[in-house]
């Protein structure tokens, strides 16, 4: 079992920056990609970044590219998700999830139960 617990979430203007975080507790880190989740109100969840197990390679939906990043501490176990430029279509429930494909997420074997950020204009 993995535990996922997301932080960091809150109100914030437009242009505006937040950094979320998941700590995961259980089995061993490494052995799962990592992602963020997403779910705006009235709209399904979608993946908004991932990463690979070391950090290696990542994936960004279009929408985010060029003002989110995503990262991980190993030694720490928790990934980051640094939003920047944020704008209201950002608002929802963020989520934090572990594949255990280990390179991207296809199929998450464990989510967190999701922090909310909420963009004002």
């Known amino acids: 079992q993995v535990q996922l617990v997301e932080s960091g979430g809150g109100l914030v203007q437009a242009g505006g920056s937040l950094r979320l975080s998941c700590a995961a507790s259980g089995r061993t880190f490494v052995s799962f990609a990592m992602g963020w989740f997403r779910q705006a109100p009235g709209k399904e969840r979608e993946l908004v970044a991932s990463i690979s197990w070391s950090g290696g390679s990542a994936y960004y939906a279009d929408s985010v590219k060029g003002r989110f990043t995503i990262s991980r501490d190993n030694a720490k176990n928790t990934v980051y998700l640094q939003m920047n430029d944020l704008n209201p279509e950002d608002t929802g429930v963020y989520y934090c999830?572990?594949?255990?494909?280990?390179?991207?997420?296809?199929?998450?074997?464990?989510w967190g139960r999701g922090t909310r950020v909420t963009v004002s204009s």
């Open positions: 999830a572990a594949d255990q494909n280990r390179v991207a997420i296809i199929s998450p074997d464990y």
